[in-house]
């Protein structure tokens, strides 16, 4: 009997979840579902209350009001020893006394697992997370990725039938990260386990997850896949909080074979989304959809452009363009064939712009 | 924060356990004695009320004014010794010695003769300091005296420097743990802002060590009041202090009103001496300032 | 940048060495010098006043006394500090930060004030003056110590170990016995190590609480009241050998945790 062949993850429902401290609402009734075996990674800034939501989940925090259900069975009222959760901490929260084997055995000493049946399961879960033969390693002589292997082996362990994880990949250098981010996506989905994942970190959130919930001051803004996430943003924090792009004012001209047609900044273009005719919005253009062509192109949606600054940026280069006081950023891969103060027109991606509801 | 959480759901029921025995000893054992302490003093042999004890003081001839004054005297300059041994040498082992095994080693050894205990401390002293001491030893083979010091020993500056020694540890500890707990860069960037290391001694480390300065300096006060030991064995018959005085009026005079009225004195007034002394240090700090003189140099006026 | 003041520094260092150990380590030399006195010059080689010092039957019944009293007291003050600890670290609210502040307050008090309280108060209720309350009274002397001790650690924990244990099904006292106890183990070992030597060291309490027997600082007092003999010498450097290795038993985990700071801890 292991995780991996009897134990799926359970359905995980939030129901308008609140909690104070003192007069500052950290989590304003949040609500959110996810089904068994689905990975959510809750992104939000520090302070945004994604912690406090996790630490609700696994019960080190009491919610003041809201419900909790795993498998439809309410949990709010249990302590944090008898919820079928399992935390992978931040900074992972290793037992510095205990080495690896003890601290993936811990919890199963804890539920009072026969010994033979202890050391199975630490074996098989240290297989899993790639650390066979570390068994008796010191904490201390880990690197940051292999404590994180060792955290999320001794949270699996337990066989939760929903796994938190709050940030944990934040304390490992960007190399590792990458590289783990996969490998634990990878080894989730394999054990149909059911995530709450949280990050301040969009590329953490968007490798591991399956929806994404984006959250500001106790609030969840919007929960949606990561492409429709990208693309289609219902407000300005999470258009910006998610990527670069410039925010247009402009108002519906007409609908036009499903998309709307937009005047801003003295050009009209067409959009994605969906409003009435006359009415303002808001356009979000990704610097991925301002396309440089050469001065004078016909269909070209603003003429007499500036380039005002170049940044390269690695694979890409960031170009600031000007027309008046209108700035808005572009992107191109490899270093541009322009340089500073050349004349350029600026045409958009077909179904780029994307009105804001 | 979660753990902040866990406290508040599992209730303060735990605190009040573990709180109890101590607070309960303490009061049944240090405050209530001490408050029967306070109250006898205000008694006769005999049982009555009396202010008798405490007008006894006053009384010169008694020569007890004199031996308090001398017990909060060499108290204060014990703070004052304690405070050059242990400022530089707390600083050097928080901030500036770069190899961890030469700081837990000197820790070590400063422990380990501070932990000998009182009595040892002060018995030692009496082969350095003796007419064929260590020190007259010393002089007379380097030809500096031909005759040996008879007064090193007994006598206040043998008790004072006894007293240094077997309490200046209690601030060096105090002072080195608060200046480790600074941050390197702090300091970094005070050189980098143009402080001389003096500058930035005085001006960074020691504000933000003060806490464990004054701790410290309490901790090596207090003993000073109640030494026995050093004044008995090293002392001689002229430097009284107040603790013996207190240790002969119970086992020898056998008046333990008149013991407990010195032990409420003895309190009163070493408190009243630590907040004359944390005063003065505040005025003459402020003064310093008043005038422009730095407790520092910077480097660029060199 | 690391130059001339250092040189005063590091000389203020070596003079406090030399002023600490000086008077030790001269005491240790003329512990088994053969002439009688604790002055030069040394006349020869001897162990006659180790073994003056240990034939002597009241050496023996008051080291009795003494470990009965340190071993008392170390255990007696090594639970109630490390109990007091949690509530210094973790008590929250004005009550619990003034009960936290007024736990030490005997580290204030002169311990003859202290000896001289408790000798009245003793006396008055009707207690008997012996071990008891010699104990007592250490008790309330060093358990203060014995906090810091263990406060000093517990300042450091991470309590998210308690988080950790808890969620992977430990009860409040399961995290308790398996996880924060073990990891304090080193602090409150130390601490009962210092409350031993605190009490076993200590002479005024002892005089002014203890009647019917002597503790070793007492009858120690009491000899070297009568010209220092030299078995005080032999007796100066047992102790000052037995609280080296207590030391060192206590010390490499106190320095660890002191020189390194908190980086060893947990992640």
């Given amino acids: 009997m292991t995780a991996e062949e009897n134990m799926p993850g359970a359905t995980l429902e939030i129901a308008e979840l609140t909690r104070h401290f003192g007069s500052v609402v950290a989590v304003d009734k949040v609500s959110l579902a996810l089904a068994a075996g689905e990975i959510v990674a809750i992104l939000g800034p520090s302070g945004s209350g994604k912690s406090t939501l996790l630490g609700m989940v696994g019960g080190q925090l009491r919610p003041n009001s809201g419900d909790i259900r795993i498998s439809g069975e309410a949990i709010v009222e249990l302590p944090p020893n008898k919820r079928p959760t399992a935390t992978v901490f931040q900074d992972y929260a290793l037992f510095p006394h205990l080495n690896v084997a003890e601290n993936i055995a811990f919890g199963l000493r804890m539920h009072r697992w026969a010994k033979p049946d202890i050391e199975r399961q630490v074996?098989?879960?240290?297989?899993?997370?790639?650390?066979?033969?570390?068994?008796?390693?010191?904490?201390?002589?880990?690197?940051?990725?292999?404590?994180?292997?060792?955290?999320?082996?001794?949270?699996?362990?337990?066989?939760?039938?929903?796994?938190?994880?709050?940030?944990?990949?934040?304390?490992?250098?960007?190399?590792?990260?990458?590289?783990?981010?996969?490998?634990?996506?990878?080894?989730?989905?394999?054990?149909?386990?059911?995530?709450?994942?949280?990050?301040?970190?969009?590329?953490?959130?968007?490798?591991?997850?399956?929806?994404?919930?984006?959250?500001?001051?106790?609030?969840?803004?919007?929960?949606?896949?990561?492409?429709?996430?990208?693309?289609?943003?219902?407000?300005?924090?999470?258009?910006?909080?998610?990527?670069?792009?410039?925010?247009?004012?402009?108002?519906?001209?007409?609908?036009?074979?499903?998309?709307?047609?937009?005047?801003?900044?003295?050009?009209?273009?067409?959009?994605?989304?969906?409003?009435?005719?006359?009415?303002?919005?808001?356009?979000?253009?990704?610097?991925?959809?301002?396309?440089?062509?050469?001065?004078?192109?016909?269909?070209?949606?603003?003429?007499?452009?500036?380039?005002?600054?170049?940044?390269?940026?690695?694979?890409?280069?960031?170009?600031?363009?000007?027309?008046?006081?209108?700035?808005i950023e572009s992107v191109v891969l490899g270093l541009p064939v322009h340089k500073p103060g050349d004349k350029v027109a600026i045409g958009l991606a077909p179904s780029g712009p994307f009105v804001m509801p | 924060m979660s753990a902040g959480l866990v406290k508040n759901a599992r209730g303060s029921g735990w605190i009040t356990a573990a709180a109890l025995p101590w607070l309960a000893s303490l009061l049944v054992f240090f405050a209530l004695p001490l408050a029967g302490l306070a109250a006898l003093s205000l008694t006769d042999q005999s049982g009555q009320v009396s202010l008798a004890n405490y007008a006894s003081l006053a009384d010169l001839a008694s020569g007890r004014l004199d031996v308090l004054l001398r017990t909060l005297r060499i108290g204060v300059i014990v703070i004052i010794a304690s405070l050059c041994i242990a400022l530089p040498v707390a600083y050097y082992l928080a901030k500036v010695v770069q190899s961890p095994r030469i700081e837990s080693l000197i820790l070590l050894l400063v422990s380990a003769t501070f932990l000998a205990g009182p009595l040892v401390r002060t018995v030692s002293w009496r082969g350095i300091l003796g007419v064929h001491g260590l020190i007259n030893e010393s002089l007379l083979q380097l030809g500096l005296i031909s005759e040996p010091i008879l007064s090193l020993l007994y006598g206040e500056l043998a008790m004072t420097l006894a007293l240094t020694y077997n309490v200046f540890p209690f601030l060096l500890f105090t002072t080195y743990l608060s200046m480790k707990v600074i941050d390197d860069r702090i300091i970094a960037a005070a050189r980098d802002l143009g402080a001389s290391?003096?500058?930035?001694?005085?001006?960074?480390?020691?504000?933000?060590?003060?806490?464990g300065v004054v701790t410290g300096a309490v901790l090596v006060f207090v003993p000073t009041l109640s030494a026995v030991l050093e004044p008995e064995i090293l002392g001689g018959t002229s430097s009284r202090l107040m603790a013996t005085a207190i240790r002969d009026q119970f086992f020898h005079a056998h008046n333990w009103p008149l013991g407990a009225t010195l032990t409420v004195v003895l309190i009163v007034s070493g408190t009243i001496t630590l907040m004359l002394v944390a005063l003065v240090t505040s005025l003459a700090l402020r003064a310093c300032s008043h005038y422009g003189l730095s407790t520092g140099v910077p480097s660029h006026a060199k | 940048m690391r130059s001339e003041r250092h040189v005063f520094l590091t000389v203020m260092t070596a003079a406090m060495l030399v002023f600490s150990l000086t008077p030790l380590v001269l005491v240790s030399v003329f512990s088994v010098n053969a002439s009688r006195f604790y002055a030069f010059p040394i006349t020869g080689l001897t162990l006659q006043w180790y073994s003056d010092l240990l034939s002597d039957d009241r050496i023996w019944s008051s080291l009795l006394s003494s470990v009965l009293i340190a071993v008392g007291v170390s255990a007696i003050s090594t639970c109630m500090g490390t109990a007091f600890a949690f509530v210094v670290v973790r008590g929250t609210g004005r009550f619990w930060r003034t009960a936290s502040v007024l736990g030490f307050i005997p580290l204030a008090v002169p311990v003859l004030v202290l000896a001289a309280a408790l000798q009245v108060a003793f006396v008055e209720i009707g207690l008997p003056l012996g071990y008891g309350t010699v104990i007592i009274g250490h008790t309330i002397f060093a358990t203060p110590f014995v906090v810091l001790m263990v406060v000093a650690q517990l300042f450091r924990y991470d309590w998210r170990l308690d988080a950790a244990a808890r969620d992977l099904g430990a009860s409040a006292v399961e995290t308790f016995r398996h996880v924060t106890l073990p990891i304090l183990m080193p602090s409150i070992r130390s601490g009962a190590i210092l409350g031993f030597l605190l009490s076993f060291n200590e002479w005024a309490i002892a005089f002014f609480t203890g009647r019917g027997f002597n503790t070793l600082p007492m009858l120690v007092y009491s000899m070297q009241r009568n010209g220092l003999p030299p078995s005080v010498l032999a007796y100066s450097s047992l102790i000052v050998i037995f609280v080296l290795a207590a030391v060192l038993l206590l010390l490499p985990f106190v320095l660890r945790m002191l020189v390194r700071g908190a980086a060893q801890e947990t992640t």
């Fill in chain 1, 123 to 327: 074996a098989h879960m240290l297989e899993l997370v790639g650390l066979s033969g570390y068994e008796r390693r010191a904490i201390s002589q880990l690197s940051g990725g292999q404590r994180q292997r060792v955290a999320t082996a001794r949270a699996l362990a337990v066989q939760p039938r929903v796994l938190l994880l709050d940030e944990p990949l934040g304390a490992l250098d960007r190399q590792i990260r990458l590289r783990l981010q996969k490998e634990l996506g990878e080894l989730l989905r394999r054990l149909r386990m059911t995530a709450l994942l949280v990050t301040h970190d969009q590329q953490e959130a968007f490798a591991m997850s399956d929806r994404v919930a984006v959250m500001r001051n106790g609030k969840l803004l919007q929960v949606a896949t990561p492409g429709e996430l990208y693309r289609s943003p219902h407000d300005a924090f999470t258009a910006t909080f998610l990527g670069k792009g410039r925010l247009l004012s402009g108002t519906i001209v007409k609908q036009e074979a499903g998309m709307l047609v937009v005047a801003a900044e003295g050009a009209t273009f067409t959009c994605r989304g969906e409003g009435q005719s006359g009415s303002a919005v808001e356009v979000l253009i990704r610097p991925e959809h301002v396309l440089i062509v050469p001065n004078g192109s016909s269909g070209a949606t603003w003429q007499d452009v500036t380039v005002q600054d170049i940044t390269p940026a690695g694979e890409t280069s960031d170009i600031v363009l000007a027309r008046g006081d209108f700035r």
């Fill in chain 2, 197 to 211: 290391p003096a500058a930035a001694f005085f001006r960074v480390v020691l504000p933000l060590a003060a806490p």
